[in-house]
């Protein structure tokens, strides 16, 4: 053999090691190839191994011959490969191909209920000016519910509260506790005798809680519901505050637009005593059913605490003058959210609830 | 009160619109929370005259009537079943097209086969009296074919009168309200009694046994009176005021209640016994049929008006059957008294009679108009039903009682109101609703509490100070903040400056709700609702928690609103019941909620609040999907929503102790106590969680086969969560984990093969999580194998394989020796 015959075998050797690459349908075939071809008992190691048959002076030159070949035969592999995997790839994406329009892994949808989302706001509204929580029982005594409060006993403003009383608890077995006949509070009011009792002034607190009337259940009362009670006390604290403070929170709660009332009220437990209104959130002032044809809704009742009830929170009436408010907080949500019937917001029916 | 604005006209003038008006009695107090129109619902109605009335041919009860309504103009032919009727008389006719209140049209139609052009109308159908019988026969005066709105149609306002203002539930009061927001002057009624013949006390006597609960008795004396229906004019104004007429004599009396404000009665005196009232208290056994024609027997502690033989009214609430005014009677006492206000309440709500009289007098009376209201009814009562009325009256105690005069610091009030009022500003306010002023005496004290003796003023401040003098009306000015209400009212509320808090603030003090706020954060991320429930429950509720009716623990209501909410709840369970359960009827059986509220107990007699978590899950445990098989919720759905909670919120973490036992409440194999465990290492229970028993399910209707419930107690868990959190820095060192599987005896509690490892794992021994458990081949009957990840975190030094092996080595040992496991193949 010489040189050029062996030349011609390996130019042949190339065309079919490139024509086998280029048949090779999977990487593994792929494989197969390279390894007949190029592997250590390949066809060109094989036909290398037999170049003891040239001329010794040829030998030198095989090398030269060889190498593109190799060369040319890997270079061919790995963009088969390449080729091979890219269309591997193709077919698996397309078989992983997905109805896009299928709707997601739902979640449950969660919510808080507005009572208390409401409740909170309120708080965190006047917790920028100080005011800071403060928890009253619900179970009361007729002392600090009325009687301390400037409401005594057959006083007419008693009317205004109807209240459920609690049955006295078994004398004999527990020793009478001698605190008073005990009832569900009806207004958060008491809270502002226990704070005035338990802190000094300055002081600003807010008693978020649920209260409790004997009433008939209708599209606007309940027989529970929830109110939120401020109490500022100070020396120099006045009326003039207070109204400051609510037109702040109407502003906070209801728009920035939103126009205020402030005028006479009546409570026995504040002097001067003020009810307070917004432009109607129905019809924005115009008139309408929703504001009785006023343009106006009352949406809490406030004062100066009465100087008996500073006394009775042990404060010097002299000394120190008070302001304090309470709204319901169905009321506020009821105006907030647009709802006309507040039972809904004890049903816990979801589709309500959903909607917060 | 409803307030007719004709009837005010007549004590002051008001130039403002029926609307204006309202607004600024409002303003200043008196809420008025209606205007109405009398008149508005009637349309082509006007004044006609009967130019004859005869018989109609064939229908005997029904008379044909000729009417013009103008000069000149066709007359109609109407005809009318009403026998009040004559020719002359001018009456109200609807025209054909007329509306009628109730949206009732009138047009031309044939009755009893004659046609008829309109109608006549009668005081019922046109809303004024509550005469439905005879037509409404109006002033010869009347102009004809004026339309009647503008001759009888009148404004009504609706004024919410507050309790501490009973001297406004009266026309005068509320003219004089009108005065002090306009400025106008009040013209009082001139009262003016046409007296003749012999004097009251010829013919009456009256003895007041309990001075103190009535401190002053008027009485007047009529008679030659006829009674009879009162003019249409009071007719018609009463109707507007909301109180039905019934005779001139009644009328009168009611006239002088709403005009003044005091209530009167009137007694046919024939019906009393020897001419002698007596006011005393009841006595055992006596009963009184009362004007509403019910016996009811008295209490010993009723006030009574009597006569020798027996009582006649109960005082200031309702008189009786026996003395009423009726149809001839020609003799009649008027009683004008004042009553204890709190006798007049109690003794009103004790026999369920509660009326605009006995609400005057609970609201309190100006002494001055026990003389007056029973001089106004003497006058009113001549007027409208004749005779005459004797000379003077009976008064037990005919002297008024001064004005009280009540010292004010114009720079107190200036400083409670945050408002910049002089002295001689406040003077001028003041003056507009009536009460002089003047400067204090050198020596004054100042009254803050009503009912206290007033402070002392030093000489400079007493200087300064001024004395109102407070008309015998305004019982409700009593100590100086009520000066400042005054102030501030008279001069407008819309004058207090809009300021904010410029005081010192308060120091720090915690946010209690800081805590409730994250859980309920947390849990409506995690998908669940939020729930607010009734917190009075039933005594069934209670009964299926194990709470019978006599627990005495349990608070109860004494006058509870309804059978299903009368007892303050023990445990949020039942209540989220109700709202599975009406969920479930909207179709909407998979539920997830919670609430956060108070349980309520009494512990040693008394009442004591816990802040409690309930969540109830029930239905699947995720929201149907198409990727997925729905799978129930069970009681490991809300075991891990506890850990994740509490982990979160304080850090700690909970193991689960069998329990509680409940029968027919909770599942007795799947219910587990709630166990913190603190950095401190105390234990601390803080709730359970449990699949509720069938039966109790069954009992509260509800449809799931699965319900979860769990209790979180908030102030045990708030205890738990400490001030300040200490994290430290991050372990630089990577951690290594350990994957062993125990094989255990079947019955063996995986929370104690957790604690075993736990202890034996040593300080390293970051987590242990179990990923597997597993029963069956190639396991022996009987046993089951858990395998758990335990993770290990290297403090500062470098853990070698050898120590990690020696923790799992001694993990191992532990669960070998303590309880006689193996390692798993």
């Given at each position: 053999?010489?040189l050029?015959?062996f030349?011609?075998?390996?130019?042949?050797?190339?065309?079919?090691?490139?024509?086998?690459?280029?048949?090779?349908?999977?990487?593994?075939?792929?494989?197969?190839?390279?390894?007949?071809?190029?592997?250590?008992?390949?066809e060109?190691?094989?036909?290398?191994?037999?170049?003891?048959?040239?001329?010794?002076?040829?030998?030198?030159?095989?090398?030269?011959?060889?190498?593109?070949?190799?060369?040319?035969?890997?270079?061919?592999?790995?963009?088969?490969?390449?080729?091979?995997?890219?269309i591997?790839?193709?077919?698996?994406?397309?078989?992983?191909?997905?109805?896009?329009?299928l709707?997601?892994?739902?979640?449950?949808?969660?919510?808080?209920?507005?009572?208390?989302?409401?409740e909170?706001?309120?708080a965190?509204?006047?917790?920028r000016?100080?005011?800071?929580?403060?928890?009253?029982?619900?179970?009361?005594?007729?002392?600090?519910?009325?009687?301390?409060?400037?409401?005594?006993?057959?006083?007419?403003?008693?009317?205004?509260?109807?209240?459920?009383?609690?049955?006295?608890?078994?004398?004999?077995?527990?020793?009478?506790p001698?605190d008073?006949?005990?009832?569900?509070?009806?207004?958060?009011?008491?809270?502002?005798?226990?704070?005035?009792?338990?802190m000094?002034?300055?002081?600003?607190?807010?008693?978020?809680?649920r209260?409790?009337?004997?009433?008939?259940?209708?599209?606007?009362?309940?027989?529970?519901?929830?109110?939120?009670?401020?109490?500022?006390?100070?020396?120099?604290?006045?009326?003039?505050?207070?109204?400051?403070?609510?037109d702040?929170?109407?502003?906070?709660?209801?728009?920035?637009?939103?126009?205020?009332?402030?005028?006479?009220?009546?409570?026995?437990?504040?002097?001067p005593?003020?009810?307070?209104?917004?432009?109607?959130?129905?019809c924005?002032?115009?008139?309408c059913?929703?504001?009785?044809?006023?343009?106006?809704?009352?949406?809490?009742?406030?004062?100066?605490?009465?100087?008996?009830?500073l006394?009775?929170?042990?404060?010097?009436?002299?000394?120190?003058?008070?302001?304090?408010?309470?709204?319901?907080?169905?009321?506020?949500?009821?105006?907030?959210?647009a709802?006309?019937?507040?039972?809904?917001?004890?049903?816990?029916?979801?589709?309500?609830?959903?909607?917060? | 009160?409803?307030?007719?604005?004709?009837w005010?006209?007549?004590f002051?003038?008001?130039?403002?619109?029926?609307?204006?008006?309202?607004?600024r009695?409002?303003?200043?107090?008196?809420?008025?929370?209606?205007?109405?129109?009398?008149?508005?619902?009637?349309?082509?109605?006007?004044?006609?005259?009967?130019?004859?009335?005869?018989?109609?041919?064939?229908?005997?009860?029904?008379?044909?009537?000729?009417?013009?309504?103008?000069?000149?103009?066709?007359?109609?032919?109407?005809?009318?079943?009403?026998?009040?009727?004559?020719?002359?008389?001018?009456?109200?006719?609807?025209?054909?097209?007329?509306?009628?209140?109730?949206?009732?049209?009138?047009?031309?139609?044939r009755?009893?086969g004659?046609?008829?052009?309109?109608?006549l109308?009668?005081?019922?159908?046109?809303?004024?009296?509550?005469?439905?019988?005879?037509?409404?026969?109006?002033?010869?005066?009347?102009?004809l074919?004026?339309?009647?709105?503008?001759?009888?149609?009148d404004?009504?306002?609706?004024?919410?009168?507050?309790?501490?203002?009973?001297?406004?539930?009266?026309?005068?009061?509320?003219?004089?309200?009108?005065?002090?927001?306009?400025?106008?002057?009040?013209?009082?009624?001139?009262?003016?009694?046409?007296?003749?013949?012999?004097?009251?006390?010829?013919?009456?006597?009256?003895?007041?046994?309990?001075?103190?609960?009535?401190?002053?008795?008027?009485?007047?004396?009529?008679?030659?009176?006829?009674?009879?229906?009162?003019?249409?004019?009071?007719?018609?104004?009463?109707?507007?005021?909301?109180?039905?007429?019934?005779?001139?004599?009644?009328?009168?009396?009611?006239?002088?209640?709403?005009?003044?404000?005091?209530?009167?009665?009137?007694?046919?005196?024939?019906?009393?016994?020897?001419?002698?009232?007596i006011?005393?208290?009841?006595?055992?056994?006596e009963?009184l049929?009362?004007l509403?024609?019910?016996?009811?027997?008295?209490?010993?502690?009723?006030?009574?008006?009597?006569?020798?033989?027996?009582?006649?009214?109960i005082?200031?609430?309702?008189?009786?059957?026996?003395?009423?005014?009726?149809?001839?009677?020609?003799?009649?006492?008027?009683?004008?008294?004042?009553?204890?206000?709190v006798?007049?309440?109690?003794?009103?709500?004790?026999?369920?009679?509660?009326?605009?009289?006995?609400?005057?007098?609970?609201?309190?009376?100006?002494?001055?108009?026990?003389?007056?209201?029973?001089?106004?009814?003497a006058?009113?009562?001549?007027?409208?039903?004749?005779?005459?009325?004797?000379?003077?009256?009976?008064?037990?105690?005919?002297?008024?009682?001064?004005?009280?005069?009540?010292?004010?610091?114009?720079?107190?009030?200036?400083?409670?109101?945050?408002?910049?009022?002089?002295?001689?500003?406040?003077?001028?306010?003041?003056?507009?609703?009536?009460i002089?002023?003047?400067?204090a005496?050198?020596?004054?004290?100042?009254?803050?509490?009503?009912?206290?003796?007033?402070?002392?003023?030093?000489?400079?401040?007493?200087?300064?100070?001024?004395?109102?003098?407070?008309?015998?009306?305004?019982?409700?000015?009593?100590?100086?903040?009520?000066?400042a209400?005054?102030?501030?009212?008279?001069?407008?509320?819309?004058?207090?400056?809009?300021?904010?808090?410029?005081?010192?603030?308060?120091?720090y003090?915690?946010?209690?709700?800081?805590?409730?706020?994250?859980?309920?954060?947390?849990?409506?991320?995690?998908?669940?609702?939020?729930?607010?429930?009734?917190?009075?429950?039933?005594?069934?509720?209670?009964?299926?928690?194990?709470?019978?009716?006599q627990?005495?623990?349990?608070?109860?209501?004494?006058?509870?609103?309804?059978?299903?909410?009368?007892?303050?709840?023990?445990?949020?369970?039942?209540?989220?019941?109700?709202?599975?359960?009406?969920?479930?009827r909207?179709?909407?059986?998979?539920?997830?909620?919670?609430?956060?509220?108070?349980?309520?107990?009494?512990?040693d007699?008394?009442?004591?609040?816990?802040?409690?978590?309930?969540?109830l899950?029930?239905?699947?445990?995720?929201?149907?999907?198409?990727d997925?098989?729905?799978?129930?919720?069970?009681?490991?759905?809300?075991?891990?929503?506890?850990?994740?909670?509490?982990?979160?919120?304080?850090?700690?973490?909970?193991?689960?102790?069998?329990?509680?036992?409940?029968?027919?409440?909770?599942?007795?194999?799947?219910?587990?106590?709630?166990?913190?465990?603190?950095?401190s290492?105390?234990?601390?229970?803080?709730?359970?969680?449990?699949?509720?028993?069938p039966?109790?399910?069954?009992?509260?209707?509800a449809?799931?086969?699965?319900?979860?419930?769990?209790?979180?107690?908030?102030?045990?868990?708030?205890?738990?969560?400490?001030?300040?959190?200490?994290v430290?820095?991050?372990?630089?060192?990577?951690?290594?984990?350990r994957?062993?599987?125990?094989?255990?005896?079947?019955?063996?509690?995986?929370?104690?093969?957790?604690?075993?490892?736990?202890?034996?794992?040593?300080?390293?021994?970051?987590?242990?999580?179990?990923?597997?458990?597993?029963?069956?081949?190639?396991l022996g009957?009987?046993?089951m194998s858990?395998?758990?990840?335990?993770?290990?975190?290297?403090?500062?030094?470098?853990?070698?394989?050898?120590?990690?092996?020696?923790?799992?080595?001694?993990?191992?040992?532990?669960?070998?020796?303590?309880?006689?496991?193996?390692?798993?193949?």
């Open positions: 053999m010489d050029e015959a030349a011609a075998r390996l130019s042949a050797l190339r065309e079919r090691a490139l024509q086998a690459v280029r048949e090779t349908a999977d990487p593994s075939s792929l494989e197969q190839v390279e390894a007949a071809y190029l592997g250590r008992k390949g060109l190691r094989t036909l290398l191994g037999g170049i003891g048959g040239l001329p010794a002076e040829d030998r030198p030159r095989v090398g030269a011959l060889a190498n593109p070949i190799r060369e040319d035969v890997e270079r061919a592999i790995a963009q088969r490969r390449e080729r091979l995997e890219s591997a790839l193709e077919v698996r994406l397309a078989g992983e191909r997905l109805d896009v329009t709707p997601g892994r739902p979640l449950r949808r969660g919510s808080l209920h507005p009572l208390v989302e409401t909170r706001e309120i965190r509204f006047f917790g000016y100080g005011f800071v929580v403060y928890e009253s029982p619900e179970v009361e005594t007729d002392e600090r519910n009325f009687e301390a409060l400037n409401i005594p006993a057959d006083h007419p403003a008693r009317d205004l509260w109807d209240t459920i009383y609690l049955q006295p608890p078994d004398s004999e077995a527990t020793g009478t001698d008073g006949r005990l009832l569900l509070r009806t207004h958060t009011s008491p809270g502002q005798i226990r704070a005035m009792h338990e000094s002034p300055p002081l600003r607190v807010l008693t978020p809680g209260c409790y009337r004997y009433e008939a259940v209708d599209a606007s009362h309940g027989f529970e519901f929830f109110q939120v009670e401020g109490l500022m006390v100070d020396e120099g604290t006045s009326l003039a505050h207070l109204r400051g403070l609510l702040e929170f109407a502003h906070a709660m209801f728009g920035a637009a939103r126009a205020t009332r402030f005028r006479p009220g009546y409570y026995p437990f504040t002097e005593s003020v009810a307070f209104d917004i432009g109607c959130v129905s924005e002032g115009s008139g059913p929703a504001c009785g044809r006023s343009g106006w809704m009352t949406i809490l009742g406030a004062g100066m605490v009465h100087p008996v009830v006394r009775n929170g042990g404060l010097d009436p002299e000394r120190f003058q008070g302001l304090a408010f309470g709204m319901g907080v169905d009321r506020i949500a009821m105006l907030r959210y709802i006309n019937d507040l039972r809904v917001f004890l049903a816990n029916d979801l589709r309500f609830l959903e909607r917060f | 009160m409803r307030v007719p604005l004709s005010l006209r007549e002051v003038d008001i130039d403002l619109s029926p609307e204006a008006l309202a607004e009695l409002t303003l200043l107090g008196m809420e008025v929370k209606g205007v109405h129109r009398i008149g508005a619902d009637w349309s082509s109605v006007v004044v006609g005259e009967l130019l004859d009335v005869y018989a109609h041919p064939s229908s005997p009860r029904l008379s044909l009537t000729r009417v013009r309504t103008a000069e000149g103009e066709r007359e109609l032919e109407i005809v009318c079943g009403a026998t009040n009727i004559e020719a002359g008389q001018r009456v109200p006719v609807a025209l054909p097209g007329a509306l009628l209140p109730g949206d009732r049209s009138i047009g031309v139609t009755i009893a004659i046609q008829s052009e309109g109608m109308c009668s005081g019922a159908e046109l809303g004024l009296t509550p005469d439905a019988d005879g037509i409404l026969i109006l002033d010869s005066e009347s102009p074919g004026e339309p009647l709105g503008r001759l009888l149609g404004t009504v306002l609706d004024v919410d009168v507050k309790p501490n203002r009973g001297d406004a539930l009266s026309i005068l009061g509320l003219a004089r309200e009108v005065a002090a927001a306009t400025g106008a002057t009040v013209r009082e009624p001139l009262i003016a009694v046409p007296e003749s013949g012999d004097a009251t006390d010829d013919h009456l006597s009256v003895t007041v046994q309990d001075v103190l609960r009535c401190p002053r008795f008027v009485a007047r004396y009529l008679d030659g009176l006829t009674v009879g229906p009162s003019p249409t004019a009071v007719q018609v104004r009463l109707m507007a005021a909301g109180v039905r007429p019934v005779s001139n004599v009644v009328d009168a009396s009611n006239y002088v209640m709403l005009e003044l404000g005091k209530p009167v009665h009137t007694f046919d005196a024939a019906a009393v016994t020897e001419d002698r009232l006011v005393r208290t009841a006595r055992p056994g009963r049929e009362t509403d024609h019910i016996e009811r027997e008295l209490s010993a502690d009723t006030l009574v008006i009597a006569d020798p033989v027996g009582p006649l009214a005082a200031g609430v309702m008189g009786g059957a026996s003395s009423e005014v009726r149809e001839g009677t020609t003799q009649v006492i008027v009683e004008s008294a004042l009553f204890q206000p006798t007049i309440r109690r003794t009103a709500q004790a026999y369920g009679l509660r009326s605009e009289a006995s609400l005057r007098f609970e609201r309190g009376q100006e002494p001055r108009m026990a003389r007056l209201g029973a001089d106004r009814a006058q009113l009562i001549v007027r409208w039903a004749g005779g005459r009325a004797a000379m003077g009256a009976v008064d037990t105690d005919p002297v008024d009682p001064p004005a009280t005069r009540l010292t004010f610091r114009p720079a107190r009030i200036a400083r409670l109101l945050g408002m910049s009022v002089s002295g001689d500003g406040m003077r001028d306010l003041l003056a507009r609703a009536g002089v002023t003047e400067p005496a050198a020596r004054s004290s100042v009254a803050i509490i009503a009912g206290e003796r007033p402070i002392p003023l030093d000489p400079d401040a007493a200087a300064e100070a001024l004395v109102a003098i407070v008309p015998g009306h305004r019982r409700d000015l009593a100590i100086e903040a009520d000066i209400e005054e102030v501030a009212r008279i001069r407008g509320y819309d004058a207090v400056p809009s300021r904010l808090p410029d005081t010192s603030m308060p120091g003090r915690p946010d209690p709700r800081l805590m409730v706020d994250r859980v309920r954060d947390l849990l409506s991320g995690r998908g669940l609702n939020e729930v607010v429930t009734y917190s009075l429950v039933s005594p069934q509720d209670h009964a299926s928690l194990g709470h019978d009716a627990d005495p623990a349990t608070i109860r209501a004494a006058n509870p609103v309804s059978g299903e909410h009368s007892e303050l709840r023990r445990s949020l369970l039942p209540q989220l019941m109700r709202v599975l359960v009406d969920n479930e909207q179709r909407r059986p998979d539920l997830a909620v919670f609430e956060v509220g108070a349980v309520h107990a009494l512990v007699g008394h009442p004591k609040e816990a802040r409690h978590l309930g969540i899950l029930a239905g699947a445990a995720d929201p149907l999907s198409w997925r098989p729905s799978r129930p919720v069970d009681i490991a759905d809300a075991k891990g929503l506890l850990e994740w909670l509490v982990e979160r919120v304080a850090g700690a973490r909970l193991r689960w102790e069998p329990g509680p036992l409940h029968e027919a409440l909770y599942h007795p194999g799947r219910s587990a106590l709630a166990i913190a465990e603190l950095e290492g105390h234990r601390v229970e803080l709730g359970l969680v449990s699949e509720l028993d039966r109790y399910l069954t009992a509260c209707e449809q799931a086969e699965r319900v979860v419930f769990a209790r979180l107690d908030l102030d045990g868990l708030g205890r738990t969560v400490p001030a300040v959190q200490r430290g820095d991050l372990e630089r060192l990577p951690a290594l984990e994957d062993i599987a125990v094989v255990v005896a079947e019955t063996q509690p995986a929370g104690a093969v957790e604690a075993v490892m736990r202890a034996a794992g040593g300080p390293l021994l970051a987590s242990v999580l179990l990923f597997d458990r597993y029963e069956g081949a190639p009957p009987g046993e858990l395998a758990y990840r335990l993770r290990f975190e290297p403090g500062t030094r470098t853990l070698d394989e050898d120590g990690i092996e020696r923790a799992v080595a001694s993990v191992v040992d532990a669960l070998r020796e303590r309880l006689g496991a193996r390692l798993r193949g």
